[in-house]
């Protein structure tokens, strides 16, 4: 019986002291938890690292009021003109427009001819910029201004006639024309935006064939 007992005796000191020994380490078997929540992803940074309005991807559409001073009359009239952000400091726009004027002429010296005559000029021109907007360089540039310059090449066709408004028959010593001229030049504008989709622009261009346009218009953008 004292065997017996001695022995359960021995089997449970051992059972114990294996217990106390045993590493913690192989008590955990789950995983720690980690709690996302907590964690701070970075985000990047939305905004760019330059001024002004100009932004890639814009597309900016304009309606213009345009006066062209050149070789004859200075003709008034409209122009449409679209513009497509390529890259942050890089446009490229197309535009068309219109322009028209009529100036009476007063004859005082020649009784041959009648006392005034009507001329008509008509100028009608197309084509293409390419603009760099200056607020990737200029990082103070606000927000919602964009300044920019650039090259344009295309196309300008002028007609000129002259009429009579008198009704009186007479050998006209005046011939109607028309031509066209290849237009290319240089070109500086300003864009102010009262929200961020609408504003104003000023923009002046400068071509090699003598004719320099000037407008003024409404903007928006999309």
Known sequence: MKKLIYSIATVLVAFNLGAQTLPTDSLNTT??????DSLSVPQEDSLPNYGGAF??????????YIAEFGQNNATHGIQAQGEYALLPFLGIAVYIGNTSNTKTIENSENTT????????????????????????????????????GGVGLGIITSSVNYDNPS??????????????????????????????????????FANYNGYTTGQIGVNFKF
Do not use: R
Request: charged letters at 20%; hydrophobic letters at 35%.
């Open 31 to 36: 995983e720690p938890v980690i709690n996302t």
């Open 55 to 64: 932004k890639k991807g814009d597309i900016d559409v304009s309606v213009d």
């Open 113 to 148: 001819l009648p006392t005034e005559y009507d001329v008509h000029t008509n100028i009608f021109s197309t084509g293409a910029k390419a603009l760099f907007h200056f607020g990737y360089l200029i990082h103070s540039l606000p927000q919602n201004m964009d300044l920019y």
């Open 167 to 204: 009704g009186i028959v007479y050998n006209n010593p005046f011939e109607d024309y028309s031509e066209t001229d290849f237009n290319a030049g240089i070109n500086i504008g300003y864009k102010y935006y009262v929200t961020e989709l609408i504003g104003f622009n000023a923009e002046l």
